[in-house]
């Protein structure tokens, strides 16, 4: 098993440009989280989806920022227009079940927004 | 409201010392805690969780509710052990974690 896969690893954009990340979760899995790392906040949950569904999405800094989750294996965090300040790494991590199990997750996207 | 503090950014101990990383949390009710590792070029992993009251390569961590900490401890320290170390905290049947600043820890040889 590959585990979380995330694409593309790194991304470098402009200023206003759109920006998809991609996250394809462990098969069976039916959690799926998007978390957001910089060096002033750390880790930071942007939002998580039980069963292809939005359960909390109070993590979404504005509305620039977009998930979804159009099946089990498959979700997007988009950024439109992209700005600087969400240069930053993003992490998609996946679980099976609730609270107390193991988050997997993936290696990550640097986004570089100049 | 939830928080998970870290106050040691950077913590850099002696190969064969006894290491502590410190973790404190506020939180209303009662918290599940983690410490998640991310050794260099890895993914974030799970280290342990307390309620397993496991010890995982060596390391333990007690939840603490009258000082509400989680500190991760490990009587001699190995040189693999250099990573970064992220506590977290989840809402007993909540799913959303939320994790503390990070310590990276060194162990020089």
């Known amino acids: 098993d590959a585990g979380v896969i995330q694409s593309p690893r790194h991304e470098v954009t402009e200023m206003g440009q759109e920006v998809t990340l991609r996250c394809k979760p462990i098969s069976g899995h039916n959690s799926l989280f998007w978390y957001r790392q910089t060096m002033m906040r750390g880790l930071e949950l942007l939002i998580y989806f039980n069963n292809n569904v939005p359960i909390d999405d109070s993590g979404m800094p504005e509305d620039r920022f977009s998930a979804k989750m159009p099946n089990a294996s498959f979700s997007t965090l988009k950024i439109q227009p992209s700005e600087p300040r969400d240069s930053a790494v993003y992490f998609c991590a996946s679980s099976f079940g609730g609270t107390s199990y193991e988050q997997y997750f993936g290696p990550g996207t640097r986004l570089t927004v100049t | 409201a939830q928080r998970v503090t870290q106050p040691e950014k950077l913590l850099s101990v002696f190969k064969g010392a006894p290491v502590e990383l410190k973790c404190n949390y506020s939180y209303s009710g009662s918290p599940e805690l983690f410490w998640y590792v991310q050794y260099s070029r890895q993914r974030l992993q799970l280290l342990l969780r307390?309620?397993s009251r496991e010890s995982i390569k060596g390391f333990t961590a007690d939840l603490n509710k009258g000082e509400t900490s989680f500190h991760l401890k490990k009587p001699f320290a190995q040189e693999e052990d250099s990573a970064m170390y992220y506590c977290a905290l989840s809402g007993r049947g909540a799913q959303k974690l939320v994790f503390g600043q990070g310590t990276r820890l060194t162990i020089n040889p």
């Open positions: 307390h309620i």
